[in-house]
């Protein structure tokens, strides 16, 4: 399995902005949807979005909506972090799926070291 490598994590003050990558290629055959997730200290790792392989659905949770945009290019997957909060605080993840309904629950692929996103207030 392909360990994801994601980067672009620091530390921001509130309302700060962060662009954070992670490389998705080869794709993986069953793979339809490329996703971030974070674990937050002491707590589980959570979806947080998502977009299609073709580029034409995406998916967030209900807290970042607005402030966080999902894109993807042909070699890496993006995740645009605006107006950041405190409790946006976590490591991030990347990681592939079967499709954009299914990969909040579901992934293919290892789990990278991800990246740390600390915001102060």
């Known amino acids: 399995q392909v360990q994801r490598v994601e980067s672009g994590g620091g530390l921001v003050q509130a309302g700060g902005s962060l662009r954070l990558s992670c490389p998705v290629s080869p794709r993986t055959a069953s793979a339809d949807a490329v996703g971030w997730f974070r674990q937050a200290p002491g707590k589980e790792r959570k979806f947080v979005a998502a977009i299609s392989w073709s580029r034409r659905t995406t998916n967030y949770i209900d807290s970042v909506k607005g402030r966080f945009t999902i894109s993807r290019d042909q070699n890496t997957v993006y995740l645009q972090m605006n107006s950041l909060k405190p409790e946006d605080t976590a490591v991030y993840y990347c990681?592939?799926?079967?499709?954009?309904?299914?990969?909040?629950?579901?992934?293919?692929?290892?789990w990278g070291q991800g990246t740390q996103v600390t915001v102060s207030s």
């Open positions: 990681n592939i799926g079967p499709s954009i309904a299914t990969i909040p629950h579901r992934v293919f692929g290892s």
